[in-house]
């Protein structure tokens, strides 16, 4: 059908029907019934990322101390080894545990920021995660180490997850409000 925008669907009734977010003109609004069903799906995926990050970050932090990267054969040597055939010197240890940690926050910022819609309140969200974490295992947890630099480190991967995913909704945002029909080209 010339013209047709719209996909084809045939409902378990035998009859036809029309895909409303297909066939909706461009620039149109969703329909209340859209948008709940949108709202929903949303709603359903930020509470799975909230508990399957809870439950991540919680097995990580809160979990014994992994293995002693000083025995034979643990990371020290195999940096020992690199060193050796070229790395530089500052690519470390230490610098790889703090990496690491920037990138173990990284979704923790994102899912704040999910929640709060905001970078300030998702990096103080962040902050307060790892500051909870960190006084965890200085007083109840004595194989690990609290470590003020987890703090930093972590508070900056939240920074950036919370930067991240809100870049991301200002783009989508642009991308929808770019979708006008005053905005296309006349034909």
């Not at 055939?85 to 470390?92: F, H, Q, S």
């Not at 690491?100 to 905001?118: E, K, Q, T």
């Not at 690990?144 to 950036?160: F, I």
Request: aromatic content about 6%; proline content about 9%; glycine content about 12%.
């Amino acid at each position: 059908m010339p013209g047709h925008r719209g996909r084809l669907s045939r409902p378990s009734s035998g009859g036809v029907s029309r895909d409303p977010a297909l066939t909706r003109a461009p620039g149109a609004r969703p329909s209340a019934s859209e948008n709940q069903h949108d709202d929903a799906a949303v709603a359903t995926v930020r509470v799975l990322a909230t508990f399957i990050t809870a439950v991540v970050i919680g097995l990580i932090t809160l979990g014994p101390q992994p293995g002693d990267p000083n025995q034979p054969g643990g990371l020290q040597e195999l940096f020992t080894r690199w060193h050796g055939a070229g790395l530089p010197a500052w690519i470390d240890l230490p610098l790889l545990e703090f990496c690491a940690n920037i990138a173990l926050f990284v979704p923790v910022g994102a899912v704040a920021a999910s929640w709060l819609g905001s970078w300030g309140a998702s990096v103080f969200a962040g902050a307060a995660v790892t500051s909870f974490i960190e006084c965890f295992q200085g007083v109840f947890l004595p194989d690990r180490v609290a470590d003020p630099r987890d703090l930093l480190s972590n508070t900056l991967g939240a920074a950036l997850g919370a930067a991240a995913l809100l870049a991301l909704r200002r783009r989508a945002a642009r991308g929808h409000a770019g979708a006008s029909p005053h905005r296309h080209p006349r034909g």
